[in-house]
Protein backbone atom coordinates (compact mmCIF):
# COMPACT_ATOMS: atom_id res chain seq x y z
CA UNK A 1 0.00 0.00 0.00
CA UNK A 2 1.77 3.60 -0.70
CA UNK A 3 2.85 5.56 2.28
CA UNK A 4 0.00 7.92 3.47
CA UNK A 5 0.23 11.55 1.73
CA UNK A 6 0.72 14.74 3.50
CA UNK A 7 -2.52 15.07 3.65
CA UNK A 8 -3.89 11.92 5.21
CA UNK A 9 -1.10 12.74 7.84
CA UNK A 10 -2.87 15.95 8.93
CA UNK A 11 -5.50 14.50 10.06
CA UNK A 12 -4.61 10.70 10.99
CA UNK A 13 -7.86 10.09 12.36
CA UNK A 14 -10.09 11.60 9.86
CA UNK A 15 -12.17 12.22 8.04
CA UNK A 16 -10.89 12.49 4.84
CA UNK A 17 -12.21 14.04 1.77
CA UNK A 18 -12.51 11.91 -1.63
CA UNK A 19 -9.57 13.82 -3.01
CA UNK A 20 -7.31 12.71 0.34
CA UNK A 21 -8.63 8.91 -0.11
CA UNK A 22 -7.55 9.08 -3.61
CA UNK A 23 -4.39 10.46 -3.21
CA UNK A 24 -3.44 8.20 -0.13
CA UNK A 25 -4.16 5.08 -1.99
CA UNK A 26 -3.19 6.51 -5.98
CA UNK A 27 -6.87 5.63 -7.48
CA UNK A 28 -8.85 8.18 -9.30
CA UNK A 29 -11.63 10.09 -7.68
CA UNK A 30 -13.84 8.23 -10.05
CA UNK A 31 -12.70 5.03 -8.74
CA UNK A 32 -13.97 5.94 -5.30
CA UNK A 33 -17.38 6.83 -6.69
CA UNK A 34 -17.68 3.77 -8.27
CA UNK A 35 -16.63 1.36 -5.29
CA UNK A 36 -18.80 3.62 -3.53
CA UNK A 37 -22.09 3.10 -6.35
CA UNK A 38 -20.99 -0.32 -5.68
CA UNK A 39 -22.15 -0.47 -1.95
CA UNK A 40 -18.60 -1.18 -0.95
CA UNK A 41 -17.96 1.48 0.45
CA UNK A 42 -20.57 4.12 2.73
CA UNK A 43 -18.85 7.73 2.81
CA UNK A 44 -20.77 9.96 5.33
CA UNK A 45 -22.47 12.29 2.83
CA UNK A 46 -22.70 16.51 4.02
CA UNK A 47 -24.32 18.14 1.44
CA UNK A 48 -22.23 17.32 -1.86
CA UNK A 49 -19.24 16.02 0.40
CA UNK A 50 -18.71 12.93 0.57
CA UNK A 51 -16.80 12.51 3.78
CA UNK A 52 -14.35 9.02 4.52
CA UNK A 53 -13.58 7.27 7.80
CA UNK A 54 -11.82 4.64 9.28
CA UNK A 55 -13.79 2.43 8.11
CA UNK A 56 -14.43 3.75 4.56
CA UNK A 57 -10.38 3.42 4.48
CA UNK A 58 -9.70 0.29 5.73
CA UNK A 59 -12.41 -1.47 3.40
CA UNK A 60 -10.80 0.24 -0.07
CA UNK A 61 -7.62 -0.96 1.58
CA UNK A 62 -9.68 -4.22 1.39
CA UNK A 63 -10.87 -3.88 -1.90
CA UNK A 64 -7.56 -2.65 -3.52
CA UNK A 65 -5.75 -5.60 -2.34
CA UNK A 66 -8.20 -7.96 -3.45
CA UNK A 67 -8.14 -6.49 -6.94
CA UNK A 68 -4.28 -6.61 -7.07
CA UNK A 69 -4.66 -10.50 -6.33
CA UNK A 70 -7.37 -10.84 -9.27
CA UNK A 71 -10.58 -11.31 -7.04
CA UNK A 72 -13.64 -10.06 -9.04
CA UNK A 73 -15.59 -7.41 -7.29
CA UNK A 74 -18.50 -10.09 -6.08
CA UNK A 75 -15.92 -12.00 -4.40
CA UNK A 76 -14.49 -8.90 -2.55
CA UNK A 77 -17.67 -7.52 -1.53
CA UNK A 78 -18.75 -11.10 0.25
CA UNK A 79 -15.46 -11.20 2.20
CA UNK A 80 -15.57 -7.63 3.31
CA UNK A 81 -19.08 -8.32 4.26
CA UNK A 82 -18.29 -11.64 6.35
CA UNK A 83 -16.38 -8.98 8.77
CA UNK A 84 -19.72 -7.74 9.79
CA UNK A 85 -21.22 -11.23 10.31
CA UNK A 86 -22.05 -12.90 13.28
CA UNK A 87 -18.92 -14.95 12.94
CA UNK A 88 -16.95 -11.89 12.17
CA UNK A 89 -13.27 -12.53 11.37
CA UNK A 90 -13.40 -16.26 11.66
CA UNK A 91 -15.83 -16.66 8.53
CA UNK A 92 -14.20 -13.92 6.72
CA UNK A 93 -10.62 -15.83 6.94
CA UNK A 94 -12.01 -18.98 6.09
CA UNK A 95 -13.83 -17.74 3.11
CA UNK A 96 -10.86 -15.78 2.00
CA UNK A 97 -8.46 -19.03 2.66
CA UNK A 98 -10.94 -21.19 0.37
CA UNK A 99 -10.69 -18.27 -2.04
CA UNK A 100 -7.11 -17.99 -2.22
CA UNK A 101 -6.96 -21.55 -2.78
CA UNK A 102 -9.26 -21.10 -5.92
CA UNK A 103 -7.00 -17.87 -7.23
CA UNK A 104 -3.90 -20.27 -6.90
CA UNK A 105 -5.53 -23.03 -8.99
CA UNK A 106 -6.36 -21.08 -11.23
CA UNK A 107 -3.04 -18.91 -11.59
CA UNK A 108 -1.50 -22.46 -11.60
CA UNK A 109 -3.38 -23.67 -14.29
CA UNK A 110 -2.55 -20.95 -16.36
CA UNK A 111 0.81 -21.04 -15.62
CA UNK A 112 0.85 -24.61 -17.34
CA UNK A 113 -0.80 -23.13 -20.15
CA UNK A 114 1.66 -20.73 -21.18
CA UNK A 115 4.27 -23.18 -20.49
CA UNK A 116 3.29 -25.16 -22.77
CA UNK A 117 2.10 -22.69 -25.35
CA UNK A 118 6.08 -21.23 -24.83
CA UNK A 119 7.29 -24.90 -25.54
CA UNK A 120 4.96 -25.32 -28.55
CA UNK A 121 5.88 -21.89 -30.29
CA UNK A 122 9.77 -22.59 -29.44
CA UNK A 123 9.59 -26.05 -31.16
CA UNK A 124 7.31 -24.33 -34.42
CA UNK A 125 9.93 -21.44 -34.57
CA UNK A 126 12.97 -24.29 -34.40
CA UNK A 127 11.34 -26.07 -37.59
CA UNK A 128 10.96 -22.38 -39.30
CA UNK A 129 14.66 -21.81 -38.75
CA UNK A 130 15.25 -25.55 -39.81
CA UNK A 131 13.33 -24.89 -43.11
CA UNK A 132 14.80 -21.23 -43.61
CA UNK A 133 18.27 -22.57 -43.57
CA UNK A 134 17.32 -25.48 -45.52
CA UNK A 135 16.17 -22.87 -48.95
CA UNK A 136 19.72 -21.35 -48.38
Known amino acids: MPSPSPASTRAA ?3 WTIAEVAEEFGVTHRAVRHYEELGL ?3 ERRGTQRVY ?3 DRTRLALILRGRR ?3 PLDEIRTIIDLYDAPRGRRSQLEYVLAQIGERRD ?3 Q ?3 DLDATLTELEDFESRCR ?3 AALG
Do not use: T, V, W, Y
Request: glycine content about 10%.
Open 13 to 15: DGP
Open 41 to 43: IHP
Open 53 to 55: HRR
Open 69 to 71: LGF
Open 106 to 108: DLE
Open 110 to 112: KRH
Open 130 to 132: ADL
